[in-house]
């Protein structure tokens, strides 16, 4: 699912809603979540799953065109951990889906 997506299931979910509205309610959502993984915050949404942001240590890495060692200076990456309602809703889909498809 896209933005776009995201914005069209939102105006079609909320009939009171424009698609403009919808669009700016997902931005702001985003822009909001976003600035609090900048400022180093987690994020929870309950039974859905928590974001946050995790901490790379520097390593030694390997140009695999060459062979030749790189350095890998830290970072902090964004990071998404599914809640438990999210992992059984998606393990039941899939189980549902694959008792349905003929092997």
Not at 37 to 48: A, P, S, T, Y
Not at 90 to 97: K, N
Request: no cysteine; net charge positive.
């Amino acid at each position: 699912m896209t933005r776009s997506d995201l914005v069209e299931e939102l105006a079609a979910r909320f009939s009171q809603l424009t698609l403009r509205d919808a669009e700016f309610a997902v931005k702001a959502i985003l822009e909001a979540m976003n600035d609090a993984l900048v400022r180093g915050h987690r994020i929870e949404i309950r039974g859905f799953g928590s974001f946050s942001v995790n901490y790379r240590a520097p390593r030694m890495g390997r140009n695999p065109r060459s062979g030749e060692s790189v350095a890998i200076p830290e970072k902090r990456v964004p990071h998404f951990k599914p809640g438990k309602a999210l992992r059984e809703a998606v393990d039941q889909r899939t189980a549902e889906l694959s008792q349905t498809t003929p092997n």
